[in-house]
């Protein structure tokens, strides 16, 4: 169950998406034939995912800079361990490789996502 809180922050997060994110959600908003759907800012426990594919268990995080400073890097150990215990993969994609070559980064997740469906991955 998620609390009230962490639902209005998920959507005050949907209103103030990244570039990176906002780039990455243009391209896998619109739900392909035979490919599951995505959800943005998807609360859960005590985090919110910046996106989420439920038939695979996939989070999406992307990076920025942030991630790579201070206590940030531990943080996100933390949190991917809390969610791997719970059945969940995790994909990071560094804000970087999106901002680069988005539609490579989209493709990236529909390759991972098709592999995970028929049981390659």
């Known amino acids: 169950m998620v609390a009230q809180p962490q639902r209005q922050f998920a959507r005050k997060l949907r209103q103030d998406m990244s570039l990176p994110e906002r780039l990455i959600w243009s391209r896998i908003k619109t739900r392909q034939e035979g ?7 998807y609360p859960f426990g005590p985090y919110v995912f910046d996106f989420y594919c439920a038939k695979v268990k996939l989070v999406i995080e992307i990076d920025g800079m942030a991630h790579s400073i201070g206590d940030r890097p531990e943080r996100d150990q933390i949190r991917d361990d809390f969610l791997r215990e719970r059945g969940f993969d995790i994909m990071r994609i560094n804000a970087h490789d999106i901002l680069a070559d988005v539609d490579e980064a989209a493709d990236g997740i529909y390759r991972y996502v098709t592999a995970r469906l028929s049981g390659t991955l």
């Open 35 to 41: 490919l599951p759907a995505f959800k943005r800012q």
